[in-house]
């Protein structure tokens, strides 16, 4: 582990979270693996010209499972410099009458075209890949499964094992950082974590001062996000509405971009002085915040910065900049040493999240729980052989554990893509215990498993 700095003035962690589910191979736009060809261009990208050492980053194992398939990354540079390319010139046809909407799509055709050239240029560093698991200090379960939920000991040690085993392959030292899918937690995990040589993990715990971390009897530490910070950044009335920065709701005929949130056209330069004063203005928030000491954790999703929130890198830019004309400190949390508080005891505590209502209801309940029940049963069935299964049936159950089929099922969004995507591993799965299903489709899913 590295050293850690005692902390006596108050300091702020910043962790993101980079995660995309399995969908390289698994249908095109606007949910299948262009939808990680996006956020390749519009977030990874982009944080990569902003991150420094002080920034957490967490990286799960089945996005770079994607960003080291064969052929993956070709496709990703045809898409920014043909398909990207051609949608923007018949949108630059639709509104050839209006020169404003005309030179907001140039400018957004031009962020394309530097994007593809930065995805080439990444080579020297061993790829997008390279240059991302070179950065990331913390990893994940296998294919962001929510572990709580999860029904057998043996679906959480694969799904542990697999995460860090990946991890340590790829960025070679670790030091114990673990992201819990959602901040799902509940404390049967600790001796799981421990097992797998978990020590740091992020979780939104109400009522929990979120000012220091939580020990635990087994040894993982818990470091409640401040939320308060979060909603800064990340509630309805965050810094992403402000009239200035790029709307998400309104799109071209080709689902570009061009329009700022009070309906003018898009201005990068106005954008860009907002994303300054957000950054000013959130430094000041979070000084306030430990002023009398402690820590701020700020837990993020990477591609709310950038793919979400188009000024998203520009802001996180001007929170460090700012943080280093203020002093304010800025670790990771592995880096901070402060006396922790005691953890709950276990009978008092329920499952936790950060989703709807602070529990598990977004990924087991309404619109979801006939997909959580199905979720259960699949993997109780697998592991009821004697024997392990195949590779081919792990991959289905670990690709079908995703989180994002739930949750996305549960908001209503993106169709029926995530109920066709679980149910069909699903189904994979079946054929797999059966034999019927041998050959090595989702190879490229959780490759540790043939090493």
Do not use: K
Not at 59 to 80: H, W
Request: charged share 20%; glycine share 10%.
């Amino acid at each position: 582990m590295p050293a850690r700095t005692s902390q006596s003035a108050g300091v702020l962690a910043i962790v993101l979270h980079t995660h995309m589910p399995y969908v390289e191979g698994f249908g095109t736009w606007p949910f299948g693996e262009e939808w990680l060809w996006e956020a390749i261009a519009t977030s990874y990208l982009p944080l990569l010209e902003v991150l420094d050492p002080r920034v957490t980053l967490s990286l799960t194992p089945v996005l770079a499972d994607q960003l080291e398939a064969a052929g993956a990354i070709g496709r990703a540079q045809r898409f920014l410099d043909e398909t990207r390319e051609a949608s923007h010139a018949l949108d630059l046809e639709h509104y050839a009458e209006e020169p404003a909407a005309l030179r907001a799509l140039e400018r957004s055709r031009d962020d394309y075209r530097t994007a593809s050239v930065r995805l080439a240029s990444l080579t020297a560093e061993g790829g997008l890949l390279g240059a991302l698991a070179g950065r990331s200090a913390w990893t994940s379960s296998a294919t962001h499964a929510i572990l709580p939920l999860l029904a057998l000991d043996d679906s959480v040690t694969l799904q542990l094992e697999l995460g860090v085993g990946a991890h340590r392959r790829r960025s070679g030292d670790w030091d114990g950082g673990f992201w819990l899918p959602e901040c799902a937690y509940a404390p049967w995990l600790n001796g799981h974590l421990e097992s797998a040589g978990v020590h740091h993990c992020c979780v939104q715990w109400p009522g929990v001062d979120p000012g220091r971390p939580l020990a635990t009897a087994e040894g993982p530490w818990l470091w409640p996000v401040d939320r308060t910070i979060i909603d800064l950044v990340w509630g309805e009335t965050g810094y992403p509405s402000a009239p200035e920065y790029r709307a998400r709701g309104r799109l071209t005929p080709r689902h570009h971009r061009i329009w700022a949130n009070d309906g003018t056209v898009y201005d990068p330069d106005r954008a860009a002085a907002a994303a300054a004063r957000d950054g000013v203005r959130f430094v000041a928030a979070v000084c306030a915040r430990v002023a009398e000491g402690g820590i701020c954790t700020l837990a993020l999703d990477t591609e709310l910065l950038g793919h979400w929130w188009c000024e998203g890198p520009q802001w996180l830019a001007a929170v460090l900049a700012e943080a280093d004309r203020v002093g304010l400190g800025i670790l990771r949390p592995e880096q901070i040493d402060v006396a922790p508080g005691r953890a709950p005891e276990p009978s008092a505590v329920p499952a936790v999240s950060w989703g709807e209502g602070g529990d598990l209801r977004t990924w087991s309940s309404g619109p979801a729980a006939d997909l959580a029940f199905r979720l259960r049963s699949a993997e109780l069935r697998a592991f009821a052989a004697p024997g392990r299964p195949s590779p081919r049936a792990l991959r289905e159950l670990l690709a079908a554990q995703a989180s994002d089929w739930t949750f996305l099922a549960y908001r209503g969004w993106a169709g029926d893509y995530p109920r066709e995507r679980l149910h069909g591993h699903l189904r994979g799965l079946a054929d797999a215990l059966t034999g019927r299903l041998t050959e090595p489709a989702l190879a490229n899913l959780a490759p540790d498993l043939d090493r």
